[in-house]
């Protein structure tokens, strides 16, 4: 498998975290509105929005090169600063996924999380299992972005190298990918966006 088609499975993958997040979210606060379980689970969802946030930030410098003069003129000190920079990215995701468990734990807590409701208790056995598998134990979460930024910089670097010798074909290269991948980030940027919304009404 391609190293390009890594970095777009792994983006994908991110952006079906973020839609069953959002989906979940939906279910809870359509029946509940305690305000202190809401400001919980929304301050849950905003250590997990962090993952989204990075995932973003890694990408958006590259897909803001949309054309061939763009890409000549910008490619090299964007590559640079992110060569310099990018393994500082990596374990982020597990810092923000570990808050982000301690936040559910607290959540737990709360008796909510303990009805018979038909909805309620499939919504809350979801965020279990959504939890288990992408936050803590599995923690696939962070391990796709951390996948997605070190594969980035692996392609990056091979196009780099290619640009030193024919800038125009690593153009063709590089756009090929970028174009693969906007609309998984348009898709997370939204999702990402639905999550910040009530995080952002509580603190006003």
Not at 155 to 170: G, H, R
Not at 178 to 195: D, H, I, Q
């Given at each position: 498998?391609?190293?390009?088609?890594?970095i777009?499975?792994?983006?994908?993958?991110?952006?079906?975290?973020?839609?069953?997040?959002?989906?979940?979210?939906?279910?809870?606060?359509?029946?509940?509105?305690?305000?202190?379980?809401?400001?919980?689970f929304?301050?849950?969802?905003?250590?997990?929005?962090?993952c989204?946030?990075?995932?973003?930030?890694?990408?958006?410098?590259?897909?803001?090169?949309?054309?061939?003069?763009?890409?000549?003129?910008?490619?090299?000190?964007?590559?640079?600063?992110?060569?310099?920079?990018?393994?500082?990215?990596?374990?982020?995701?597990?810092?923000?996924?570990?808050?982000?468990?301690?936040?559910?734990?607290?959540?737990?807590?709360?008796?909510?999380?303990?009805?018979?409701?038909?909805?309620?208790?499939?919504?809350?056995?979801?965020?279990?299992?959504?939890?288990?598998?992408?936050?803590?134990?599995?923690?696939?979460?962070?391990?796709?972005?951390?996948?997605?930024?070190?594969?980035?910089?692996?392609?990056?670097?091979?196009?780099?190298?290619?640009?030193?010798?024919?800038?125009?074909?690593?153009?063709?290269?590089?756009?090929?990918?970028?174009?693969?991948?906007?609309?998984?980030?348009?898709?997370?940027?939204?999702?990402?966006?639905?999550?910040?919304?009530?995080?952002?009404?509580?603190?006003?």
């Amino acid at each position: 498998m391609g190293v390009e088609l890594k970095i777009v499975r792994e983006l994908a993958t991110v952006c079906v975290t973020a839609s069953e997040l959002v989906a979940i979210e939906n279910l809870l606060k359509g029946e509940l509105t305690k305000p202190a379980f809401i400001e919980q689970f929304d301050k849950m969802a905003n250590s997990i929005k962090e993952c989204y946030g990075i995932s973003i930030e890694s990408l958006e410098t590259w897909l803001a090169m949309t054309t061939e003069t763009e890409f000549c003129e910008q490619f090299d000190a964007a590559y640079a600063h992110h060569k310099a920079t990018y393994l500082s990215i990596t374990n982020r995701p597990r810092v923000a996924s570990e808050r982000a468990y301690l936040d559910y734990m607290l959540l737990r807590e709360f008796k909510e999380t303990q009805t018979a409701y038909p909805l309620l208790k499939l919504t809350f056995a979801r965020l279990d299992e959504f939890i288990d598998k992408w936050i803590t134990n599995d923690a696939w979460l962070a391990m796709s972005i951390e996948n997605l930024v070190k594969m980035l910089y692996r392609f990056l670097t091979e196009v780099s190298e290619l640009k030193q010798k024919d800038p125009s074909d690593a153009f063709t290269l590089y756009q090929t990918l970028m174009v693969a991948l906007r609309p998984y980030c348009t898709l997370l940027e939204s999702n990402w966006k639905v999550l910040e919304e009530p995080i952002a009404e509580a603190t006003v």
